[in-house]
């Protein structure tokens, strides 16, 4: 056999060609594994900070253990039993849950997500005194979103959302199938929020005897497009007084109401008088008109000669392809449905309860890198 020495043998594979690719790999899975020990040891060590900040400001918080946890693919600062209890000045609220957690993504760490356990108790100072609450949810949370101005975008979601009194067992919120709610900072000052509420029933002695005959317990549907002017103003403090002098109103684009046999939608605007009741307009779209008159005779909102001046005003009312506009007003503590009172509108809180002041994301190590 004559051998045939022309053809070159194949070339032996380099070994480190074979290598390079899984050292570089591990190389970079052991600095980012670094990189998530010391961050989230900062992301601690922030949280600490803020504990004694809001401490040194009057607030007691107790935990039972915090910790940090989620690698790789998150960063979740986990706090067992944590209870807070705000001083008198910023309303002496008390706040305790089994557990809050706040999770952000490694490489945004100006977004959180907080999640509250349930059942959660909530304490707070009333015009009849101290409320003792208990809060129950198969889903709660909170998203913030911050930037160097601080937060600029915050939502909420509740679902199967539950509110009782401790000791009473008083019934305040029967059900919530679902609550969700944005809000954004837009230019000049303004404060965007978005709310949709679906399945909301009232406890049996939330409501007045007539309105419940009229509509139920139970809102299907409530949901509202409003933007809040001024807002800084309002944000400094949450005092709606100092809010309504420098001109804070709501600007209503769009509302829609399912209750009952009222099927309502509007858009308007509204503001607080000088005794902090509400105060404005919105022109109101009525769906079907002579069934919310029926059901407000039938409840005894109105008296029957109201109702007719009520039906003669949706007849000469506008009509259009959603149904007829009326003028829906709170004015002078009343709350007028075109030329009828239909109740009455007490005094606003003029301090709203704060919650303590969270972290900016300047404050977060490697919010900016």
Do not use: C
């Not at 969700?180 to 709310?195: A, F, G, H, N, P």
């Not at 509302?255 to 000088?274: F, I, K, S, T």
């Amino acid at each position: 056999m004559i051998r045939d020495f022309s053809t070159p043998a194949p070339a032996r594979r380099s070994r480190l060609g074979l290598i390079l690719p899984f050292a570089a790999f591990g190389v970079l899975l052991a600095a980012y594994g670094g990189y998530w020990l010391w961050m989230s040891g900062e992301i601690r060590k922030t949280a600490d900070n803020w504990i004694e900040e809001r401490e040194s400001e009057g607030y007691a918080i107790t935990v039972d253990r915090l910790s940090v946890s989620g690698f790789p693919f998150r960063f979740t600062v986990r706090v067992r039993d944590p209870e807070i209890i705000a001083p008198p000045e910023d309303g002496g609220w008390r706040m305790a849950m089994p557990e809050l957690s706040a999770s952000a993504l490694p490489y945004n760490l100006s977004h959180w997500i907080v999640a509250f356990a349930s059942p959660a108790e909530l304490d707070f100072e009333g015009d009849e005194g101290t409320s003792a609450l208990l809060a129950t949810a198969a889903r709660a949370r909170v998203s913030l979103a911050s930037s160097r101005a601080g937060t600029v975008r915050a939502g909420a979601e509740l679902e199967e959302f539950r509110l009782i009194e401790r000791e009473g067992g008083d019934v305040l919120i029967e059900a919530l199938d679902q609550l969700v709610l944005s809000s954004e900072v837009v230019d000049e000052d303004r404060m965007r929020i978005r709310l949709e509420v679906r399945g909301l029933e009232l406890g049996p002695d939330q409501l007045d005897e007539r309105t419940a005959n009229a509509f139920g317990r139970r809102i299907e549907l409530m949901r509202t497009d409003t933007t809040l002017s001024h807002w800084s103003a309002l944000a400094a403090d949450a005092n709606l007084a100092s809010w309504s002098e420098s001109g804070g109103r709501a600007e209503i684009a769009m509302a829609d109401l399912h209750w009952g046999n009222a099927r309502l939608g509007g858009e308007g605007a509204m503001g607080v008088d000088g005794l902090l009741r509400p105060e404005g307009r919105l022109s109101v779209m009525v769906t079907e008109p002579e069934s919310l008159v029926a059901a407000l005779v039938a409840g005894g909102v109105v008296s029957s000669s109201d109702g007719e001046a009520l039906r003669l005003a949706l007849m000469m009312a506008p009509r259009r392809d959603q149904g007829v506009a009326l003028p829906f007003r709170f004015q002078q503590g009343g709350i007028f449905l075109g030329p009828v009172r239909i109740g009455e509108a007490g005094p606003l809180t003029g301090q709203l309860p704060s919650p303590p002041e969270l972290p900016d994301a300047d404050d977060l190590p490697g919010a900016n890198p």
